[in-house]
C-alpha cells in the first residue's frame, strides 16, 4: 500500500469474546476524488507540460486495489469536475455534440456514485444535464429541488450492495451557488440547506432502505465560508456531528486536505475525509463490518489521505483517450496575438499590475463602463511575452464567468473597495510590520497559500485614481483622489461599473457586506450582460488589437511608501521566495 501523505484516521471497536475471532467480516474500501477540474490526463494543457496527479493515475491505483478487495472497492466521485483544464472548456462549449470528456473518463474508470459540484452547474442547464445522461453510474444531490415537482432534480442517494452489507451514499451540494452564478444557469433548480436535508435522507436510508453503512458525499468545505441565516456555504463537519448515522463523510470544494475521525454527538465513530483538489490525493476510507445478530455493524473504521504522486500512468487510458486529447492541442497552440511584455500575477498583490490592469481595462474596453473592478484569479501564474495562444488565456482568466456592467453608486463603490483592501492588506503599525494580510496558517492550504483570505476577493479598480493608506484601520484605508479622466468622483453619483458574474451575483460578498446592497437587489442593478464567457471576449479583443504592450495603469498606490516599499519586499520575499 502506498504511504499515505497525511496520518490516517482510525476508530476501532475490541471485541474480547473468544468467539469473535471466528465471526464472518467484510473490507470495504472506498475510494473519493473531489475537485478534480478536468485534471484527467497527466498533462497541463494551460501550460502545456506534464502535471503530478490526475485520473490516469487514479486509474492505475483503484485497478490496484480491484485486484485485491474485488468488487468490495467503491469508487466515488465528488463534484467539479467540468470546469478547470481547457480540455474541460473545449469539450464543454465546442466539441457539445459528443459525449461529455468528463463522463467519458469517469465511465472508464468505473465510478459508483458522482456528486455535482457549484463549478459543475456553472456550465449551465445544456452542459450539465447532456453531462448527467451521459454518466453510467447514478448522480446525486438530495439538497438540489426541482421546484416544479418538489422533489430532487436528481437521484437523493444510492444504495450500493457488496457481500450482503446494504451501503448508503448520500449526495449533497453547497447551497450557496445563488451567491455565484446567474440564475439563468439553475432555472427551475432550489438548494436546500444542508444539515437538515441529511437529516431527512438519513433517516429515510435507515428507516426504509435497512442500510447498514450511511457514506456521505458533500460537495462542500469542511466548516465556514458565506453564512446567512439560511444555511452555511460549508456544513461537513456540522453534519458529521450533529446528524446521527452516518459512518463516512467525503467532502471537498475548499481544496484544503482533511482526514480526521469525529464522534458525532450520537457517540458514533464518523470518518471525515476531503483529498483536496486535481487527483493530487484520493479520500481512502477501510471499513470492516462484523455480523451479530443478524446485522452487520462498522467494527474497524480509518481514513486516510493517499498520494497519487508516485502512480504509474494508466497507458491504456491515456491511449484510449489520444484522439481527444490531440484536438485539444490544436485548440490550446491557436495564436491569438503577442504581448510585448511578460505578465505575472503576483504583481498585482503589490500595486498596481500590468496582468490585472490588462483585465480591467479590456473590460472596460468592451463594455464602456465607467469603472472597472478585477482580482486576480490565480495566485501565481505568468504569461511569457511572445506569442499568445487559447492556452495562454486560461492562466489570463481561469474561469468561465459571464462580464457584467451594474449600476452602482459612489459611496458603494467607495464601500466595496474598502472591503476588498480589508481583507488584502495588513494594518501597519510600524515599519517593520507586514503589508499584507497574511496566515501562517494557511501555507498548506491550495486556495489561500498563506493569506488569510481567498486572492480571488482582492479587487482593485480602474477609471478612478485612489491611494490605500495601510496605516489606517479597515473601513478608513481607500481615499479616491478623482476619476482617471480628471473629473471629479462623487459619492452620491451614479456609475457604471465593469464586474465578472461571480462578483456581480455576490460573490465575496464584496457588493453585499462591502458595498452594503441587499442579496436580491443586486439582479436590479445589472444594467447588461455579456452572452458568452468571460475568457471568449477578453480574447477577441487581444486577435483585434494583435500585439499588445501590457503596463501598470498606476492610477492607485499603497501608502506610505517610506513603509510599504520594504515591506512589501520582505512579503515577496517571504510568499514566492524572491531574493
Not at 495601510?470 to 478623482?482: A, C, D, E, H, S
Request: charged share 25%; aromatic share 10%; glycine share 8%.
Amino acid at each position: 500500500m502506498r504511504k499515505a501523505i497525511l496520518t490516517g484516521c482510525l476508530f476501532a471497536f475490541c471485541f474480547f469474546n473468544a468467539g469473535m475471532a471466528k465471526e464472518k467480516t467484510v473490507t470495504i474500501k472506498i475510494i473519493e476524488t473531489s475537485d478534480v477540474h478536468g485534471a484527467f490526463f497527466p498533462y497541463d494543457f494551460i501550460n502545456r507540460k506534464p502535471q503530478s496527479g490526475s485520473l490516469a493515475r487514479v486509474s492505475s491505483y483503484v485497478k490496484r486495489l480491484r485486484q485485491t478487495f474485488g468488487k468490495n472497492v467503491i469508487l466515488l466521485e465528488n463534484g467539479d469536475i467540468l470546469q478547470g483544464q481547457p480540455l474541460s472548456y473545449f469539450s464543454n462549449y465546442i466539441d457539445t455534440l459528443n459525449h461529455n470528456i468528463a463522463a467519458d473518463v469517469t465511465n472508464y474508470l468505473g465510478y459508483d456514485a458522482q456528486a455535482i459540484g457549484n463549478h459543475d452547474v456553472e456550465t449551465g442547464h445544456r452542459c450539465y444535464d447532456k453531462w448527467i445522461d451521459e454518466i453510467n453510474c447514478p448522480v446525486l444531490g438530495a439538497n438540489i429541488i426541482d421546484t416544479q415537482t418538489g422533489k430532487p432534480y436528481v437521484k437523493p442517494y444510492t444504495i450500493i450492495k457488496r457481500d450482503g452489507v446494504r451501503i448508503g451514499i448520500l449526495g449533497l451540494i453547497t447551497p450557496a451557488i445563488p451567491n455565484w452564478l446567474p440564475q439563468d444557469l439553475w432555472s427551475g433548480l432550489r438548494f436546500e440547506e444542508m444539515v437538515s436535508s441529511a437529516q431527512k435522507w438519513v433517516k429515510v436510508l435507515h428507516e426504509k432502505e435497512k442500510t447498514d453503512v450511511i457514506v456521505g458525499l458533500f460537495h462542500c468545505g469542511k466548516e465556514g465560508g458565506i453564512t446567512t441565516p439560511n444555511y452555511m456555504e460549508n456544513a461537513a463537519l456540522s453534519i458529521a456531528r450533529e446528524v446521527a448515522g452516518l459512518n463516512v463523510v467525503l467532502f471537498g470544494h475548499d481544496h484544503t486536505r482533511y482526514c480526521e475521525t469525529l464522534t458525532a454527538k450520537s457517540g458514533q465513530p464518523v470518518v471525515c475525509l476531503d483529498p483536496a483538489n486535481n487527483a493530487m490525493t484520493v479520500g481512502e476510507a477501510t471499513l470492516t463490518l462484523a455480523k451479530q445478530k443478524g446485522k452487520w455493524h462498522v467494527k474497524i473504521g480509518r481514513g486516510q489521505l493517499v498520494s497519487m504522486k508516485d502512480e504509474p500512468i494508466d497507458e491504456e487510458f491515456t491511449t484510449k483517450f489520444k484522439p481527444f486529447t490531440d484536438r485539444v492541442n490544436d485548440f490550446v497552440n491557436q495564436k491569438i496575438g503577442e504581448f510585448k511584455q511578460t505578465i505575472y500575477t503576483r504583481d498585482s498583490y503589490f500595486g498596481n499590475s500590468a496582468f490585472n490592469d490588462l483585465i480591467l481595462n479590456l473590460q472596460s474596453q468592451i463594455t464602456g463602463a465607467d469603472i472597472s473592478f478585477n482580482a486576480p484569479l490565480s495566485f501565481d501564474e505568468s504569461i511569457q511575452a511572445g506569442p499568445i495562444t487559447m492556452g495562454d488565456m486560461f492562466n489570463l482568466y481561469k474561469f468561465e464567468n459571464q462580464l457584467y456592467v451594474m449600476r452602482l453608486k459612489g459611496a458603494e463603490i467607495h464601500r466595496y473597495l474598502e472591503m476588498s483592501y480589508g481583507q488584502w492588506v495588513n494594518t501597519m503599525n510600524s515599519p517593520d510590520d507586514h503589508l499584507l494580510l497574511l496566515d501562517a496558517q494557511t501555507h498548506g492550504d491550495a486556495q489561500r497559500l498563506g493569506f488569510k483570505y481567498f486572492t480571488f476577493n482582492f479587487d482593485s479598480a480602474s477609471g478612478i485614481d485612489y491611494e490605500v493608506d495601510v496605516t489606517k484601520p479597515n473601513g478608513q484605508k481607500v481615499n479616491i483622489l478623482r476619476m482617471s479622466n480628471g473629473q471629479p468622483f462623487d459619492e452620491n453619483a451614479w456609475y457604471r461599473v465593469a464586474l465578472n458574474s461571480y462578483r456581480g451575483n455576490g460573490g465575496g460578498e464584496l457588493l453585499t457586506r462591502g458595498a452594503g446592497i441587499p442579496q436580491d437587489s443586486l439582479e436590479s442593478r445589472i444594467v447588461w450582460r455579456s452572452g458568452k464567457n468571460q475568457r471568449d471576449y477578453l480574447a477577441d479583443e487581444i486577435r483585434k488589437e494583435g500585439i499588445i504592450d501590457p503596463q501598470p495603469n498606476h492610477n492607485w498606490r499603497f501608502v506610505p511608501e517610506a513603509w510599504v516599499k520594504p515591506a512589501a519586499a520582505r512579503d515577496r520575499a517571504l510568499l514566492f521566495k524572491e531574493k
